[in-house]
């Protein structure tokens, strides 16, 4: 059953509940392939976004380094469960929330994000480098170290690196591009 709501669709589902959508998201559920508009009727012309990460050792030298993990809206829609995580091979979900940690001014984590050559991969990728030592601290093992804090204690198991204000149609790109992980709990 839907019902008509202010600025999306509510989803009656036996499984989940209740789900707000929004007419974007509702319209890429029925047919994947459909072209993202620029802007969605009713919805707000801005969102904001908390980019998230953590603080660990670096595997080479011991330093703090701080990594990005995902990307999370700060008010999220009612059964919005999935962080956009941003661990992939080529670095594309990195650089992302980099560009938008640069908007804030956030140079201390920027800074640490680059291109660099990985011996995993055999490839060239974006990805944090400790800013002493200049290691490579891998997106896996940060995707792992992810994924646990998650799964333990949820969105509260990472630290807020920062609150970006996103157009609604960049996060609507974000949110449905099929490179993004998501990370549901």
Not at 41 to 58: E, F, K, Q, S
Not at 98 to 115: E, F
Not at 131 to 159: H, K, S, W
Request: charged share 20%; hydrophobic share 40%.
């Amino acid at each position: 059953m839907l019902l008509r709501a202010r600025g999306g669709i509510i989803r009656d589902n036996a499984v989940t509940g209740k789900a707000l959508m929004c007419l974007t998201c509702l319209g890429i559920e029925h047919d994947p392939d459909t072209e993202i508009r620029q802007s969605t009727p009713h919805a707000a012309a801005w969102v904001t976004v908390l980019v998230l990460g953590l603080t660990r050792a670096c595997w080479l030298c011991g330093e703090e380094v701080v990594c990005v993990s995902g990307l999370y809206p700060y008010q999220t829609a009612p059964e919005y469960r999935h962080l956009i995580t941003t661990q992939d091979e080529d670095g594309t979900l990195l650089a992302t929330a980099a560009r938008l940690l640069d908007r804030i001014g956030r140079r201390d984590i920027t800074d640490t994000i680059g291109s660099v050559y990985s011996q995993s991969l055999k490839a060239w990728t974006i990805a944090v480098s400790c800013p002493r030592c200049r290691g490579l601290q891998g997106n896996y093992f940060v995707g792992e170290e992810t994924m646990g804090r998650v799964l333990t204690d949820g969105i509260a198991g990472l630290e807020v690196l920062g609150r970006v204000p996103c157009a609604t149609p960049e996060w609507q790109l974000i949110v449905h591009d099929p490179h993004f992980a998501r990370l549901s709990f």
